[in-house]
Nanobody, 120 residues
Framework: QVQLVESGGGLVQAGGSLRLSCEAS????????MGWYRQGPGLQRELVAR???????SYADSVKGRFTISRENAKNTVYLQMNSLKPEDTAVYYC??????????????WGQGTQVTVSS
C-alpha cells in the first residue's frame, strides 16, 4: 500500500512564505512525476506545479516566480516553497504522484490535503 502524507500548511499573512512537504511511503518501486494541486473555496482543483523524476519542472502561470517545486528522490519527498503569498493562494493543497509499486502496479496517488490560508 502506498501513502502520501503532506505537512507544512497553515495560516500566513500576505507576502509571507510557507514550505509544503509530501512524503510517499509504502511498497514503492519508483516514482515518476510528482506534483502539487490546490482547490480553493468553490473552485475546481487545479495544477500548481509538477516535477519529473529527472527534475524538469512546470508551473501554473499564477505562481510562476513565487513558488518553487523540488524533490528528494532518496526520500521519496516533494516540496513546494511558496513565497510572496497572496490571499488568492488560499486553498487546500494536495500532493500527487505517479508511482510504480513493488508489484508493478502503476497508480496515480493523492495525499489527504493540507490547508493554506493567506490573510490580507
Amino acid at each position: 500500500q502506498v501513502q502520501l502524507v503532506e505537512s507544512g500548511g497553515g495560516l500566513v499573512q500576505a507576502g509571507g512564505s510557507l514550505r509544503l512537504s509530501c512524503e510517499a511511503s509504502g511498497s514503492i518501486f519508483s516514482i515518476n512525476t510528482m506534483g502539487w494541486y490546490r482547490q480553493g473555496p468553490g473552485l475546481q482543483r487545479e495544477l500548481v506545479a509538477r516535477i519529473s523524476s529527472g527534475g524538469s519542472t512546470s508551473y501554473a502561470d499564477s505562481v510562476k516566480g513565487r513558488f518553487t517545486i523540488s524533490r528528494e528522490n532518496a526520500k521519496n519527498t516533494v516540496y513546494l516553497q511558496m513565497n510572496s503569498l497572496k490571499p488568492e493562494d488560499t486553498a487546500v493543497y494536495y500532493c500527487n504522484a505517479l508511482i510504480i509499486t513493488a508489484s508493478a502496479y502503476v497508480g496515480n496517488y493523492w495525499g489527504q490535503g493540507t490547508q493554506v490560508t493567506v490573510s490580507s
